[in-house]
């Protein structure tokens, strides 16, 4: 049963600390999402890449946030130095070509900046 | 006024009710109208998928799409306690491996 793996599932850390959040996409699968959901705003696009190329970030605070995609099986986001107001639940998704909205979610890192 | 708008309720309604779920969009060039359903603490997951007008039908899910009026619906019949979940609609104009825009989702509650 192919899914999207990310880790670490819950992060509590302390305002100006470096936050590493990974995500396995589904092989095969050549688009990678990362969105952030929050109550106010909802599911926010913050970056994707296809064939691990950046497409778009135009939705990440650049000074802070960095998104990568060191190989196929492996997509990053960064943040540093991380402040109160990144505290939110951040999704990765994976997507086949061909498809257009078909995108299958990870579970989740939920992230606790104090 | 963003892109995507949607009732973000809480909908609460018996076991057996019919529900209805709504969004409207302002985008003209959107073809491709998926629903994504939410579970508490999980990922949203794919529930239905319609390119441009029309209709589909999915067991108890109907999705419908009115492009003229720019607003998609999403019908629940024999709504079940397991459909309790966060549903939010979802956009698209470009190809595939392109970005969706979501609604913020409506949070539906269906007591037995």
């Known amino acids: 049963d192919a899914r999207v793996t990310q880790t670490p599932r819950d992060k509590v850390t302390e305002m100006g600390q470096e936050v590493t959040m990974r995500c396995q996409p589904i092989?095969?699968?050549?688009?990678v999402f990362w969105y952030r959901q929050t109550m106010m705003q909802g599911l926010e696009l913050l970056a994707y890449?296809?064939?691990?190329?950046?497409?778009?970030d135009s939705g990440m605070p650049k000074d802070r946030f960095s998104a990568e995609m060191p190989d196929a099986t492996l997509a990053t986001l960064k943040i540093q130095p991380s402040e109160p107001r990144d505290s939110a639940v951040y999704f990765c998704?994976?997507?086949?070509?061909?498809?257009?909205?078909?995108?299958?979610f990870g579970p989740g890192t939920r992230l606790t900046v104090l | 006024q963003k892109e995507v708008e949607q009732d973000p309720g809480p909908l609460s309604v018996p076991e057996g009710a019919i529900v209805s779920l709504n969004c409207t969009y302002s985008?003209?060039?959107?073809?491709?109208f998926m629903w994504y359903r939410q579970y508490s603490r999980k990922g949203p997951e794919l529930l239905m998928y319609?390119?441009?007008?029309g209709n589909k039908e999915d067991g108890r899910f109907t999705a419908q799409v009115d492009k003229s009026s720019k607003y998609i619906s999403l019908f629940i019949r024999d709504s079940q306690p397991s459909d309790s979940a966060t549903y939010l609609c979802?956009?698209?104009?470009?190809?595939?491996?392109?970005?969706?825009?979501f609604g913020k989702g409506t949070t539906l509650s269906v007591s037995s």
């Open positions: 998704a994976s997507g086949p070509s061909g498809r257009v909205g078909e995108q299958f």
């Open positions: 092989l095969g699968h050549n688009t």
């Open positions: 890449f296809r064939n691990r190329a950046p497409l778009d």
């Open positions: 985008n003209s060039a959107f073809q491709y």
């Open positions: 319609t390119y441009s007008s």
């Open positions: 979802a956009m698209s104009a470009g190809q595939a491996g392109t970005a969706l825009i």
